[in-house]
């Protein structure tokens, strides 16, 4: 089985992002995605660039958490006059019957213009366009159409693409345990893997989605996952999943590395 196993928030907080560069330098993390709109991101990845031939550096689209990079003025339906983002709960919450389930189906143009916008800023940072597209957290059919409509025109994999190959199987979350932070550290990454819980043994690709990092306060101020993320760098550095991968001959791999064909 070829896996990939993918470190979703790049850049959400500086402790998120050396947690991510420690699983890669001393775990099974091969691919992870930057957040362009945080105020730190030129720090965290000039921390990561000595590592951006053995990984896929991809992108999170991000419409929920910290600050647009365009103007409120510009993108006044996905933000708050302050320019924050409105959060992943608060979007839902709009989401609802009175606005057809979604909220942002008018304004299809704006977060196009946002999404371009994190993709150039990208581009910018690390010189090159990213290994793969991918949403972070908030998601309705307009966003998963803009962000496929990207994907396309930057000839770039998306995930979203990526979930719907017959020859991939997606492990799930099922190690997640929301909630507060005591409860989040329940969730047993570890044993998900080994134990084979995600029925991932026997497909021709694998798929995880974690969320390394250290933590920090910001972390705790801009996303409910916090706790878990040093969970998952634990799992993920655990010798007990690099055996698991060796005994049952897995073959960690990146997003460069799949069909050019699964592009939209």
């Keep these: ?65 910290g600050s647009s990079l365009l103007a409120h003025s510009v993108i006044p339906d996905l933000t708050k006059v302050n320019g924050e983002f409105f959060t992943s709960r608060e979007n839902r919450q709009l989401d609802c019957e009175k606005n057809g389930f979604d909220h942002l189906a008018n304004s299809s143009n704006q977060v196009y213009d946002e999404f371009k916008a994190q993709i150039e800023k990208y581009i910018r940072l690390v010189g090159k366009k990213p290994a793969y597209i991918h949403n972070h957290a908030y998601g309705t059919p307009t966003v998963d159409a803009v962000t496929k409509r990207l994907a396309k025109e930057y000839d770039v994999i998306c995930t979203l693409d990526l979930m719907k190959q017959n020859e991939v199987k997606q492990a799930g979350m099922g190690w997640y345990t929301p909630g507060d932070a005591q409860s989040q550290l329940s969730g047993n990454l570890t044993n998900y893997i080994t134990e084979d819980k995600g029925e991932l043994i026997g497909s021709k690709y694998g798929y995880l989605i974690a969320h390394c990092g250290y933590l920090d306060a910001e972390i705790f101020q801009l996303s409910s996952f916090n706790t878990c993320r040093a969970m998952d760098l634990h799992a993920l550095t655990s010798n007990e999943v690099k055996k ?20 939209s």
């Design 244 to 263: 698991w991968i060796v005994d049952n001959q897995v073959e960690l791999i990146t997003f460069k590395e799949l069909p050019e064909n699964w592009k």
């Design 1 to 65: 089985m070829k896996m990939l196993i993918q470190s979703d928030d790049f850049g959400i907080t500086r402790a998120v992002s050396q947690g991510c560069i420690f699983g890669i330098r001393n775990g099974v993390v091969k691919n992870t995605g930057m957040f362009a709109n945080m105020p730190w991101i030129e720090e965290c990845v000039s921390w990561l660039k000595p590592y951006l031939n053995d990984i896929a550096f991809g992108i999170d689209l991000n419409l929920s958490t």
